[in-house]
């Protein structure tokens, strides 16, 4: 599509905001359930002629009921095998009609397996839509925004694209969302192509950081981790100035995170915001889709994006591995209640569990909180510990000792044959203060038994588990085992639970931590 103006030089807040007020309207009145039923209506006929549409009967599919009897819930690896292995990397109205242009690879947190999701154009379309919606947000909270008067920082992955035959290629999701964005965004978007195709996380945001101090950056997304490194950066640039973002980038309005919980983060992001006016918003952008987004202030949940190519499913975690499992959807999914997330998509995924548990808060409009993954949770001994928990915990120890979280992980900890019971072990790198471990550990055991009933019932009078142990590792230590992993930057996360043995033995060797028997 031609621009019809000159990009250059001008500021085009008022056709974001021209959308952004056109959007809002049709939101404000639309009825969640209606869309979605909309949306699986749509799905379905897109992808009736497709081999799994045939497999299952898409074209006699009437209801949200019909398709939940018809089409069983499946992982990825599920899809793998069964429709994406035997004809890949071309699927041609495999599970999606036409053919798929683009895979997002993903490692996710728990495995070091590449995943290749499907990104068809109608999902990239969906995906771009679903940005633009988060800034549609943004100005409805500030009504004299400037946002595209200056550059948009994207903290991503490498921007380059693997071609793996004709017509198809694979990378980091920002570069396929690079390569399908609106020619009149382009001269806003930072960073330029040639930095942006920069594999090596480690000289990105060294280029980046100087780099970005030439333009007038109004807004900065990307996950909270790496974005403390790159302001960290830019203090080892300009040692005199305060180390609050004011001083690097004055005209900053918004700050959009996501990846993974910002809870532990928040303490540090927040000291970074001091004097700024910029404003802080969540999204829940998955390689399967953009699911959700912040429509209010940070906790209020995040709004689900019931219109853009997503039928929402959710699943009690401990029923996921029964033959036939209840299903809800926004209908009678109850608030409150800890689910999995289920996914049909535009790309040709379908009932598909993506490993994430959220909870409902609100009904209408649908809004949500994400509370971690369903690998990642610590229920070795019936403690049934969620990663949101791990995260408030983690949290409220180190700001005890007036410290802030840089990372952690958590895993099991088996003792020797000769102790019946086990515990936890926390690898956690703190910032600020560094406090005896005991004493951080003793606070941890305490925090966990009032946020986890199980937990607490365990832990009492140690029948039936051990309390946590800590190691608390130096500055940096994460950084240099995610670099030692090849998982350093752009939409890779330091796992908040590792339950394989064997790994987690890995990272506390790497970590130097010397465990004491108790």
Not at 62 to 71: H, N
Not at 360 to 380: K, Q, Y
Not at 430 to 452: C, E
Not at 456 to 474: E, K, S
Request: proline content about 7%.
């Amino acid at each position: 599509m031609k621009p019809f103006f000159r990009p250059e030089g001008l500021d085009a807040t008022p056709l974001l905001r021209a959308f952004a007020e056109r959007r809002l309207r049709t939101l404000g009145r639309q009825d969640p359930l209606r869309a979605q039923r909309q949306t699986l209506r749509s799905l379905l006929r897109r992808a009736a002629q497709t081999r799994f549409g045939l497999d299952h009967g898409f074209a006699r599919i009437s209801s949200v009921r019909d398709y939940q009897a018809l089409v069983p819930l499946r992982t990825y690896e599920d899809f793998w095998r069964d429709y994406f292995a035997p004809s890949f990397p071309t699927l041609r109205d495999v599970t999606w009609s036409g053919r798929i242009p683009a895979f997002a690879l993903t490692s996710g947190t728990t495995s070091a397996t590449s995943k290749y999701i499907p990104v068809s154009a109608a999902m990239a379309r969906s995906n771009i839509g679903a940005g633009f919606d988060t800034l549609a947000f943004h100005l409805a909270n500030r009504s004299h925004s400037r946002l595209f008067g200056g550059r948009n920082c994207l903290l991503g992955g490498s921007t380059a694209l693997l071609r793996l035959a004709p017509g198809v290629v694979a990378g980091d999701l920002s570069g396929i969302a690079a390569a399908r964005m609106p020619l009149w965004a382009g001269p806003r978007a930072f960073p330029p192509r040639a930095l942006a195709l920069t594999r090596d996380w480690e000289a990105k945001i060294a280029a980046l950081a100087p780099a970005s101090l030439a333009h007038d950056i109004r807004s900065l997304s990307g996950t909270p981790s790496w974005m403390l490194l790159f302001f960290a950066q830019l203090a080892a640039l300009h040692p005199q100035r305060p180390r609050r973002l004011a001083a690097f980038y004055p005209n900053l309005e918004l700050v959009v995170h996501g990846g993974v919980s910002l809870t532990p983060y928040r303490d540090a992001l927040t000291e970074w915001l001091e004097g700024s006016h910029a404003e802080t918003r969540e999204v829940y952008a998955a390689s399967e889709g953009f699911i959700a987004i912040a429509d209010r202030g940070p906790g209020d949940g995040m709004r689900l994006v019931t219109d853009r190519g997503l039928f929402f499913e959710f699943v009690e975690p401990k029923t996921l591995d029964a033959a036939n499992p209840p299903r809800f959807w926004l209908a009678d999914a109850k608030i409150g209640v800890n689910y999995a997330l289920v996914l049909s998509t535009n790309a040709g995924l379908w009932s598909c569990i993506v490993g994430d548990t959220v909870m409902l808060t609100e009904r209408n409009p649908p809004r949500l909180l994400i509370t971690g993954r369903i690998a990642a949770t610590l229920n070795v001994f019936g403690e049934h510990l969620v990663a949101d928990e791990l995260d408030r915990a983690v949290t409220e120890s180190a700001r005890a000792f007036g410290a802030s979280v840089s990372d952690y992980t958590a895993g099991p900890h088996f003792p020797p044959e000769a102790q019946p019971r086990g515990g936890h072990l926390f690898v956690v790198e703190l910032a600020r203060q560094q406090p005896d471990q005991q004493a951080f550990a003793r606070v941890l055991d305490q925090a966990l038994a009032r946020m986890n009933a199980d937990y607490a019932d365990h832990r009492r009078g140690n029948f039936g588990m051990l309390p946590p142990t800590v190691c608390l590792v130096a500055t940096g230590r994460f950084t240099a085992w995610m670099r030692e992993q090849g998982r350093l930057g752009g939409q890779n996360k330091v796992p908040r639970v590792i339950n394989d043995p064997d790994r987690f033995a890995a990272l506390q060797l790497f970590m130097g931590c010397v465990i004491e028997p108790q």
